[in-house]
């Protein structure tokens, strides 16, 4: 019979810790949050039974039914009534947070959440720290970024941003999305001052960052320019220094490329000449690159002169014909045809020079003489 009791005595605290959990669910309200251990199903809530759910429409066959859990059909089919039905209430916004922590990249439940928070006229401040939390949980979440950005404007004040945005960067300072919310609050708010700084410690930690070169360039763009002989000279020596700590880093040669793109690689002086010595120590097939580059260039602005001299150009489609053939044979050979295609093209644009360089370079990658060192 002790047998008996005990059972009897388990049922009934089960039944009451139901009825407790049914009692605590009628309470919670807006406050409610999704629980696996006492979640009650919105069509078992009384305060719901005034509406109608709508289950998602698949069509009448088809070809893969995503099989949703329980719980999710039912939160979506409620949320799915409320917004056919336009209701802009405490209870629809309290559904919108079900429905994000089940799927927060749900860009429909956002903006109906963002309908909400006007209509009702919610502090936005505590918005925030709900947006906060959930970026803390998942930092890559397009539509979560989107609608801090629309509090952030209605709010009018970026004052926690930076800070916020530069400890989601210190977990991955590659965030795509991070960065290009910073940028948005940069140019919005006009608080370029100190970014540059801040994009030299991100370097300073790590060399290959090219988000963070990425957005030295954003902030020369939108500030002083590149026009500047004094800045452009700055950035130069810059580059050169980070190129030095890691000669295989792509990042900052396409910044010093992307920095000369519309005044030319080969217009600043020296910069040449600094490149071919940094050749003798830090090479890499970036370097040559380059120099292939600033080879084109200068042959393209001979182009342009009169009074350009033709053993000069000669010269340098020789030096830019090399290039392509070290990179081809030895520097860069998963990507020889590249090179091959690119030597090619260059001498054909050059063709109208005296004497054609046939043996200088073989489109078959055949080298007809000694190459530069490197």
């Not at 409620?78 to 559904?95: G, I, T, V, W």
């Not at 928070?117 to 401040?125: C, F, G």
């Not at 290039?323 to 030895?330: D, N, R, S, Y």
Request: net charge negative.
């Amino acid at each position: 019979m002790s047998g008996v009791e005990e059972i009897s005595s388990e049922s009934v605290e089960v039944k009451e810790d139901r009825e407790f959990d049914a009692e605590a669910g009628d309470r919670i309200g807006d406050d409610y949050f999704l629980d696996t251990t006492r979640y009650i199903f919105y069509k078992d809530r009384k305060e719901w039974a005034d509406v109608e759910p709508v289950t998602q429409d698949d069509g009448p066959n088809p070809v893969v039914k995503i099989a949703y859990s329980e719980k999710f059909s039912d939160v979506y089919d409620y949320f799915r009534a409320l917004l056919k039905n336009d209701e802009r209430s405490n209870r629809a916004f309290a559904l919108t947070a079900d429905a994000i922590e089940l799927n927060a990249a749900n860009y429909t439940v956002w903006h109906y959440r963002r309908v909400l928070l006007r209509a009702l006229s919610k502090d936005l401040r505590e918005e925030m720290r709900y947006i906060t939390a959930i970026i803390e949980e998942q930092p890559k979440n397009y539509q979560v970024w989107h609608h801090r950005r629309m509090v952030v404007e209605w709010l009018n004040d970026p004052s926690e941003e930076l800070e916020f945005i530069a400890d989601i960067l210190s977990q991955d300072a590659k965030n795509y999305h991070a960065w290009q919310h910073r940028q948005w609050v940069i140019q919005e708010f006009k608080l370029w001052d100190n970014e540059l700084e801040f994009v030299e410690c991100l370097l300073e930690d790590d060399v290959r960052n090219n988000s963070a070169w990425n957005q030295r360039h954003f902030v020369i763009s939108h500030t002083t320019g590149f026009s500047d002989p004094a800045i452009v000279e700055r950035e130069i020596q810059y580059s050169l220094i980070q190129i030095k700590k890691a000669p295989h880093n792509e990042s900052a040669w396409n910044y010093l490329k992307g920095m000369l793109l519309d005044q030319g690689l080969s217009s600043p002086p020296t910069l040449l000449d600094r490149v071919l010595e940094l050749k003798e120590t830090h090479c890499s097939p970036y370097l040559l690159a380059f120099l292939f580059d600033c080879y084109e260039d200068v042959l393209e602005n001979s182009n342009k002169k009169e009074n350009a001299f033709e053993g000069d150009r000669k010269e340098t489609l020789r030096k830019a014909l090399d290039i392509c053939q070290l990179l081809a044979q030895e520097k860069d050979t998963i990507r020889k045809e590249y090179w091959l295609f690119l030597g090619r093209s260059l001498k054909n644009k050059c063709c109208g020079l005296s004497e054609p360089m046939a043996d200088e370079f073989e489109p078959s990658g055949q080298t007809s003489g000694p190459q530069e060192n490197c």
